[in-house]
T-cell receptor, first 114, second 113 residues
Framework: AQSVAQPEDQVNVAEGNPLTVKCTYS??????LFWYVQYPNRGLQFLLK??????LVKGSYGFEAEFNKSQTSFHLKKPSALVSDSALYFC????????????FGTGTRLKVLA | DSGVTQTPKHLITATGQRVTLRCSPR?????VYWYQQSLDQGLQFLIQ???????AKGNILERFSAQQFPDLHSELNLSSLELGDSALYFC????????????FGPGTRLLVL
């Protein structure tokens, strides 16, 4: 079965420190990979995506993600966290062919401490 | 603001009732997706329409149905509502040239009492 795992329910990081939010996936073929962020009482906002090409993808608000095919991971990173980055982060995957279904992870709550 | 609008913002109803949620995609977007977000199930893909046609189906219950109209707005109909249907329902749309990128609306919060 195809799935996305975000192993950490919550990640705490001090402001100014680097942050990593983990995501692994199990999808056949070469999937499309995404990160979305959700602020309280808001819809999800697109952060970045990996379709093909360079394994390091840069996105909005200084976030980036690294695609690792051998480890089937797509971890979200930021060199220096801001308090305003505190939110719920979702990893998502869509197989590159055969279906338009999107599978979302359960979300990781990021808390950046001042 | 993503450009995707959803109405109503909040909806309170009773078990057994039927409700309709409405979504207007971003201007020019042909694809509309519906998702359900609940505390215990996370974000679940329900269904996708592309230019009026159903394109993909996810974990959508038989009591739920959706359609996309010629003006591209979409409606999600939920019937015989149960307590467990209480959730946030999101609509998203994607542009023709970047179909894999979705833009989410603010959601409709449904409470079934």
């Amino acid at each position: 079965a195809q799935s996305v795992a975000q192993p950490e329910d919550q990640v705490n990081v001090a402001e100014g420190n680097p942050l990593t939010v983990k995501c692994t996936y199990s999808v056949s073929g070469n999937p499309y990979l995404f990160w979305y962020v959700q602020y309280p009482n808001r819809g999800l906002q697109f952060l970045l995506k990996y379709i093909t090409g360079d394994n390091l993808v840069k996105g909005s608000y200084g976030f980036e993600a690294e695609f690792n095919k051998s480890q089937t991971s797509f971890h979200l990173k930021k060199p220096s966290a801001l308090v305003s980055d505190s939110a719920l982060y979702f990893c998502a995957v869509r197989p590159s062919s055969g279906t338009y279904k999107y599978i979302f992870g359960t979300g990781t709550r990021l808390k950046v401490l001042a | 603001d993503s450009g995707v609008t959803q109405t109503p913002k909040h909806l309170i109803t009773a078990t057994g009732q039927r409700v309709t949620l409405r979504c207007s995609p971003r201007s020019g977007d042909l694809s509309v997706y519906w998702y359900q977000q609940s505390l215990d199930q996370g974000l679940q893909f329900l269904i996708q329409y592309y230019n009026g046609e159903e394109r993909a189906k996810g974990n959508i219950l038989e009591r739920f149905s959706a359609q996309q109209f010629p003006d591209l707005h979409s409606e999600l109909n939920l019937s015989s509502l149960e307590l467990g249907d209480s959730a946030l329902y999101f609509c998203a749309s994607s542009p023709r040239d970047r179909e894999e990128t979705q833009y989410f609306g603010p959601g409709t919060r449904l409470l079934v009492l």
